[in-house]
């Protein structure tokens, strides 16, 4: 194999251990995508419809399997192109490498075509380490501090290649002054906090008589040692949307999750606890913990700049979840006063009743807490769920009870629209032989996921399970954004820039060869979800759902009911629909059981 930079390139990455790249052609990057053709099964070339898909879809490679995710665009527009996709893991913390093309060295700075600063345009979201080759002596060195400062910093990094560079001669660094020499090689370190930080932490949680546990993506390696800490400790624990899948939903003592997408015993948890243990959360909203001052605090997580950022801890542990709870473990007493739990147990009971209650709500056509309500037991065990952004995710969130194995990640601290399909689709690349859902609002197939199901319809005969669902809630409206707007700021809703064009999904998936379910009426529900999670090939699921079902807060507050009645008075266009529905919904978290 001739050693061009771009095949060295490839080939470090391959001894990274990197075994698929998702990438776009350019002129850019023609070495780089030339080179390809040496490695065949080795690193794999997949194939997206637009650059920000890739970058998705590395997230969601990462998100998923913990191993680093690759993504390459060529110079100027597919560069851009990857900008959000790159931001949306370097927000929720993932190990990312883009690479990228530019113009040949001897046009830079010459206002050349495609010629854009890129390694300015990069220098925010991949700020840990972003360079531009400039000899091909570097090749090695890029790509090893590439992939070793995206998993030590668990974050972005970018390497920019020149054109003309990629073609010419890789080049090793003479053992001289004025070189680099790295090496291959990344393994976790155990970090653990120091004992009499452990021991002031236990003190903490040994002395309070009623401790919540608030989880995140930080803890998906710790559920064992979660679900202990929580029965020694007799709490409560809730879940961070990132954090969903750790622990199973089944769990009587779990709260389910927290904030505007959240559970009331999540609320009651946080509102009457008198410690809070947070573990490897960032969750951002400060009005959803306990008030200062009335919780006494400890927080696990790996990052340090993470600690004490939401709520004013007492002891702030720098320290993996497993391995820190289980140092912490021997030094909790197990309480014997259960009544705290014994209570949120009996919340969280009854919770499931209302949830279910308002799923069984009739609606028009379909209540979207129905649709999630109906998935939920037929999720195939393992199933690897990936949320949108929108009300989407709300019901995600709220109606769908994880079981332990199972997997489920959305775009949390960017909240970017669209990378439902992508993330589906990344996953199944790492889990060809496992399920994977996709649960997206039309606004957000409109915006990327349509596009995207051409990608799944070349790919998915490849996979060993070739069953992957994209559930479609068909509103015809952006309605979380809608419901935001009536219940936050009082505003009612302005159809011109909220309601969205309707479009046949289901018939669409047909055209591209895939199965298209479109569901109209609750009963044709559960036998729609037996078809898809049984059928030879993937499915679209659309739900056509009513925009009118409200997406409110779990506790609504008073002024947000006040803001809504403004919203409603002032001419909001679906008044009716939405007052039926809030006052059905409302009068079944009442009398649950009773429609
Ligand atoms: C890229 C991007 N643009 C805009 C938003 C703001 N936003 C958040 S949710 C949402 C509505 C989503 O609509 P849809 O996909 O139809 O889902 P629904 O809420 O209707 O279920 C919008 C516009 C965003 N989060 N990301
Ligand atoms: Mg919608």
């Known amino acids: 194999m001739a050693s061009s930079v ?3 390139l490839l080939r470090r990455l391959t001894d990274w251990g990197v075994r698929r790249v998702f990438g776009y052609a350019g002129d850019g990057i023609n070495g780089i995508v030339h080179a390809f053709s040496h490695f065949e099964d080795r ?21 998923f399997t913990g191993e680093v995710g690759v993504c390459l665009a060529t110079s100027g527009p597919g560069a851009i192109h990857l900008l959000n996709g790159l931001y949306d893991a370097k927000m929720d913390h993932q190990p990312v490498v883009a690479i990228v093309g530019q113009a040949a060295r001897p046009a830079l700075g010459g206002s050349y075509q495609q010629e854009v600063d890129l390694h300015t345009l990069f220098k925010d979201v991949a700020h840990e380490f972003v360079e531009e080759m400039a000899s091909p002596a570097q090749v090695r060195q890029l790509v090893d501090r590439a992939v070793r400062i995206a998993r030590a910093e668990r974050t972005v990094t970018a390497i920019i290649v020149p054109k003309d560079l990629q073609e010419i001669s890789a080049e090793q660094p003479p053992h001289k002054h004025s070189t680099v020499h790295t090496g291959l090689g990344w393994t976790s370190p155990r970090v653990v906090p120091a004992e009499a930080d452990l021991a002031r932490a236990a003190e903490v949680l040994n002395a309070g008589r009623k401790v919540a546990m608030l989880v995140g993506a930080g803890a998906l390696g710790a559920s064992q040692e979660v679900a202990q800490t929580a029965e020694v400790l007799g709490a409560g624990v809730a879940k961070a949307l990132l954090g969903k899948a750790v622990l199973d939903d089944r769990l009587p003592y779990v709260t389910g999750s927290i904030g505007l997408l959240g559970t009331k015993p999540s609320w009651t948890l946080m509102n009457e606890c008198d410690t809070l243990l947070m573990v490897g959360s960032s969750f951002p909203y400060s009005e959803f913990l306990p008030e200062e001052g009335k919780a006494r605090g400890v927080q696990i997580d790996i990052d340090g700049r993470m600690l004490g950022l939401r709520y004013p801890m007492e002891v702030n542990l720098v320290g993996d979840s497993a391995e820190t709870l289980r140092a912490l473990l021997p030094r909790l007493a197990h309480k014997t ?22 799923a069984m709500v009739e609606a028009k056509p379909l209540n979207p807490e129905r649709v999630y ?14 949320g949108d952004s929108g009300t989407s995710t709300t019901w995600l969130a709220r109606d769908v009870k994880l079981r332990q194995g199972m997997l489920c990640s ?29 649960c997206v609002g039309d606004g957000a197939m409109q915006m990327n996921g349509n596009a995207e199901l051409i990608t799944l319809s070349k790919y998915w005969k490849e996979w060993a399970d070739p069953r992957l669902v994209v559930l479609v809630l068909n509103n015809r409206d952006l309605n979380m954004v809608t419901w935001e707007m009536r ?19 289901a018939r669409y998936a047909e055209l591209l060869g895939l199965q298209g379910i479109k569901v109209e009426r609750p009963d044709e529900l559960g036998p729609a979800f037996d078809r898809a999670f049984s059928a030879s090939r993937p499915t679209v699921v659309e739900a056509y759902t009513d925009p009118d079902v409200p997406t409110l807060p779990p506790h609504i507050s008073f002024e947000q009911a006040k803001d809504l009645t403004y919203a409603l008075l002032k001419g909001d266009p679906d008044a009716g629909g939405v007052l039926r529905q809030t006052v059905k919904e409302a009068w079944a978290a009442l009398k649950p059981g009773k429609d």
């Open 487 to 505: 219940a936050m700021s009082g505003d009612p809703k302005l159809a011109a820039s909220q309601d969205i064009p309707d479009f046949p999904y």
């Open 410 to 438: 959305v775009s949390g601290n960017l909240a970017t629209m669209g990378c439902g399909v992508p993330y589906a689709i990344g996953a199944k690349f790492a889990y060809p032989d496992r399920v994977v859902v996709a």
């Open 337 to 358: 006063d259960r009544s705290w739990q014994k209570g949120l147990e009996k919340e969280i009971q009854e919770w499931w009743r209302i949830i279910e209650s308002q």
């Open 6 to 8: 771009s095949n060295y």
């Open 373 to 386: 309500w109906e998935m939920s037991p037929r999720l195939p065990d393992g199933a690897i769920l990936a």
């Open 43 to 63: 690193l794999k070339f997949v194939q997206v419809r637009h650059e920000e898909m890739a970058a998705f879809m590395a997230c969601a490679h990462a998100k």
